[in-house]
């Protein structure tokens, strides 16, 4: 606890592990290989890792900063830098709610495939005959639904016990084996017969198929994947206690999360090709293709069991982190204890994400803007909220807020080095807003009129 009583990390380390864990989650494990995979695999690594280490460390940074300089929820923080930009932090809250309401979805189909995987079902390389099994499934009324709150309650289970005793203790312990388990999978993928034709895939850029969708897909991944631009970085940089080391930690995390997809499109891509199955399956990849894969590699099935109890890990990292932002607001704007939050927004969250499931099955024909409820979920979060949350946050921090008072915090007023802070401040006044803007026009704006 801080001297305002409110709750802090208990070390470096456990906050490190679960900022990382916020941004390490699907986006790691099942998007970012098929976006790989869909955009010519290596060129799209480097536009990544470009974006990544511009625009990914200026906001992760920035982010940190105001959270731990305003130790407010989301909202809080941006009402404290100006009242007039509080919707902004409410854009944020909002933004994680609906994520973790379709997330937590996609999450219990994660459960439903590790038993799938136990019991044999996936013991077969027909790629046709595992896209029906996957499309009646998420098709079914029922089962999608029963898992949906499976994965919420064990996400609840971890928020209710806190920061510290609950969101820390977990992470500290899903983290390392999460590491444990991709670095077996990369490593059994890699030495696979064949495997040489996805490692050149995914390592050799081939820049003949560089264009701005791919820029585009590349900069939307950095948003997702790092948690940025739904208040995620800024409530959990709210709990930092003011010694600790903000530029550090904004590269730290970034590193994690990067290493983290790159070795899951280690684990994926060279057994992909080695194994003759196309890169380019989108999202099927996870569901469809990677079972085929391991139903054709020597001891598939305890690989396959490896790599969704690694997907499952890495989802309930990131959704305990979407939770915690909408917690953390209801906490300190309402008043609420910690337990009543948490089972109050877990009852409401599971119960939008019914619609999103069911609009893959018996509410199929319901359309809201020609898209069912999963979809429309997803483009919202995406194409809208997310950009403009990121477009906001470099606005305040840059201009509203300032670069020098960021600076200011961000180094303990002076007592930690921050050796790119100037590159850091003309990034995030200028070259941030311009290319996030760039994204929310193209994503939002065009798509639209």
């Not at 941004?23 to 990544?48: D, E, H, Q, R, S």
């Not at 941030?432 to 639209?448: E, N």
Request: proline content about 4%; aromatic content about 14%; overall charge neutral.
């Amino acid at each position: 606890m801080n001297s305002n009583g409110r709750e802090q990390w208990g070390s470096k380390v456990g906050f490190l592990l679960a900022a990382a864990g916020s941004a390490v989650g699907l986006g790691n494990l099942w998007k970012f290989p098929y976006m790989a995979g869909k955009n010519g695999g290596g060129v799209f690594v480097v536009v990544y890792l470009g974006i990544l280490i511009t625009l990914g460390f200026t906001l992760m940074a920035g982010e940190l900063t105001l959270g731990r300089f305003t130790q407010l929820n989301a909202i809080g923080a941006y009402r404290k830098i100006s009242k007039k930009l509080t919707w902004v932090g409410a854009i944020g809250v909002f933004t994680a709610f609906l994520i973790l309401s379709f997330y937590s979805v996609i999450g219990g189909w994660v459960i439903n495939y590790i038993i799938k995987t136990c019991t044999g079902a996936l013991s077969t390389s027909d790629s046709a005959a595992l896209g029906d099994m996957f499309g009646q499934m998420i098709s079914d009324p029922v089962m999608p639904i029963i898992f949906h709150g499976v994965f919420m309650i064990a996400t609840l289970v971890i928020v209710l016990g806190g920061i510290g005793e609950g969101i820390e203790k977990a992470s500290k312990v899903m983290m390392p084996a999460l590491l444990v388990m991709i670095i077996a999978l990369a490593i059994r993928s890699v030495t696979l017969p064949g495997a040489e034709a996805g490692l050149e895939f995914f390592l050799k850029p081939d820049f003949s198929k560089l264009n701005g969708a791919l820029i585009l897909d590349a900069l939307g991944q950095v948003f997702f994947s790092l948690s940025l631009g739904m208040g995620i970085i800024i409530t959990y940089g709210s709990y930092l206690p003011k010694e600790e080391n903000i530029p550090q930690s904004a590269v730290y995390i970034p590193l994690i999360d990067t290493a983290v997809a790159l070795l899951a499109g280690f684990a994926i891509l060279p057994a992909v090709f080695a194994l003759g199955f196309e890169p380019t399956a989108g999202p099927g990849l996870m569901f469809i293709t990677l079972p085929a894969v391991f139903a054709k590699m020597p001891f598939g099935t305890f690989f396959g069991l490896l790599f969704f109890v690694l997907v499952l890990l890495a989802a309930l990292t990131s959704s305990i982190s979407l939770l915690e932002v909408c917690v953390s607001y209801v906490v300190d704007e309402w008043g609420w204890d910690r337990k009543k939050t948490t089972l109050t927004l877990g009852f409401v969250i599971f119960a939008v994400g019914v619609p999103a499931s069911l609009s893959l099955g018996p509410w199929a024909d319901i359309k809201i803007f020609g898209k069912g409820f999963f979809d429309l979920y997803d483009y919202v979060t995406q194409n809208i909220f997310l950009p403009l949350g990121g477009l906001m946050s470099c606005i305040t921090i840059g201009w509203v807020w300032g670069v020098d008072n960021a600076i200011k915090e961000a180094t303990n007023n002076g007592k930690v080095k921050f050796a790119l802070g100037k590159v850091w401040a003309f990034l995030i006044k200028y070259i941030a807003p311009l290319a996030i803007g760039k994204v929310f026009y193209d994503s939002f704006i065009v798509t639209l009129f």
